[in-house]
């Protein structure tokens, strides 16, 4: 464990709830499989449309500022049923997106806490 939170020391990896680390991210934009996978799924998704190619903001709102608040359960709420009254749609039905939110909200919150600094990312050879 002392290992482990001086690798996270070092590179920069969020702690989750438990022991495992939410993402892994080393020079800002070279992260791990899941992580990659995350941004896979935002690409796929194009999510981009709508939040930004940075994830800054267009029609719907900044990730950036809106995952350092939001709770994982809300993000997953949001994602799944969508606001379809507000403009956010819902991706309950695309197997591609929900088979893959754990990795799209490592992602995001990487890149919400500042320690993915680039949206795009390539993964960690
Ligand atoms: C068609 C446009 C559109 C697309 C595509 C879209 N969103 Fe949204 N999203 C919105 C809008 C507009 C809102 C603001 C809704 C509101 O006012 O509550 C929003 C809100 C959100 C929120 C809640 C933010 C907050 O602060 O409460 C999250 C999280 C989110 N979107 C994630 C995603 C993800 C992840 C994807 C891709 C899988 C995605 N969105 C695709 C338009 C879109």
Redesign the pocket.
């Known amino acids: 464990m002392a290992g482990l939170l001086a690798f996270a020391a070092t590179t920069g990896i969020a702690q989750a709830q438990d022991k495992a680390p939410l993402y892994n991210v080393v020079d800002g934009y070279k992260v791990d499989a899941d992580t990659m996978k995350g941004f896979r799924?935002?690409r796929a998704?194009?999510?981009?449309?709508?939040?930004g190619a940075n994830q800054e903001g267009m029609?719907?709102?900044?990730?950036i500022?809106?995952?350092k608040?939001?709770t994982k359960e809300?993000?997953i709420t949001?994602?799944k049923m969508?606001?379809l009254e507000?403009?956010?749609?819902s991706?309950g039905n695309?197997p591609q997106?929900m088979d893959n939110i754990d990795q799209?909200?490592a992602y995001?919150k990487g890149r919400s806490d500042g320690a993915i600094t680039r949206a795009k990312v390539e993964e960690i050879k």
Not at 59 to 63: D, K
Not at 86 to 89: L, P
Request: glycine share 8%; proline share 3%; with cysteine.
């Open positions: 799924t935002w998704a194009a999510c981009d449309r709508c939040h029609v719907g709102p900044s990730l500022a809106s995952l608040t939001l809300e993000f949001t994602v969508g606001r507000k403009g956010m749609q991706f695309s997106v799209l909200y995001l």
